[in-house]
Nanobody, 124 residues
Framework: QVQLVESGGGLVQTGGSLKLSCAASGRTFNSYVTGWFRQALGKEREFVAAISWFGGITSYADSVKGRFTISRDNAKNVVYLQMNSLKPEDTSTYYC?????????????????WGQGTQVTVSS
C-alpha cells in the first residue's frame, strides 16, 4: 500500500509560480511511475505530467510543456511539480498518483494509488 500526500497549492496571480510536492509513505515504489493529474470544477480529470522513479524519464501534457517541470527526490520519496507562467486555465485541484508499472500512462484508470489533492487557483 502507498499513501500519497500533496502540498504546495494556493492562490497565485497569472504569470506566477507554485511548486507542488507529493510525499509518499508505505510501500516504496522504486520501479513505479508517479503522475500529476488535475481536475477543474465540472471537468474530467486530466493528465499533467509523469516521471519514472528509476531513470527519471518524464512525460508532459501538451498544455503544460515548457511551463511545468516534474522531478523527484528518491531519498525523500517526494515528487515535485514546478509550475511556472501559470494561467487562469491552470486552476484545478491537483492530484498525485502512482502507477505500479515502469511504463508511462496518461489515463487516470491506469494509476493505482491517489492522494487527496491540493487546490491551485490562478487569478487573472
Amino acid at each position: 500500500q502507498v499513501q500519497l500526500v500533496e502540498s504546495g497549492g494556493g492562490l497565485v496571480q497569472t504569470g506566477g509560480s507554485l511548486k507542488l510536492s507529493c510525499a509518499a509513505s508505505g510501500r516504496t515504489f522504486n520501479s513505479y511511475v508517479t503522475g500529476w493529474f488535475r481536475q477543474a470544477l465540472g471537468k474530467e480529470r486530466e493528465f499533467v505530467a509523469a516521471i519514472s522513479w528509476f531513470g527519471g524519464i518524464t512525460s508532459y501534457a501538451d498544455s503544460v510543456k515548457g511551463r511545468f517541470t516534474i522531478s523527484r527526490d528518491n531519498a525523500k520519496n517526494v515528487v515535485y511539480l514546478q509550475m511556472n507562467s501559470l494561467k487562469p486555465e491552470d486552476t484545478s485541484t491537483y492530484y498525485c498518483a502512482v502507477r505500479r508499472s515502469t511504463s508511462h500512462a496518461s489515463s487516470p484508470v491506469e494509476y493505482d494509488y491517489w492522494g487527496q489533492g491540493t487546490q491551485v487557483t490562478v487569478s487573472s
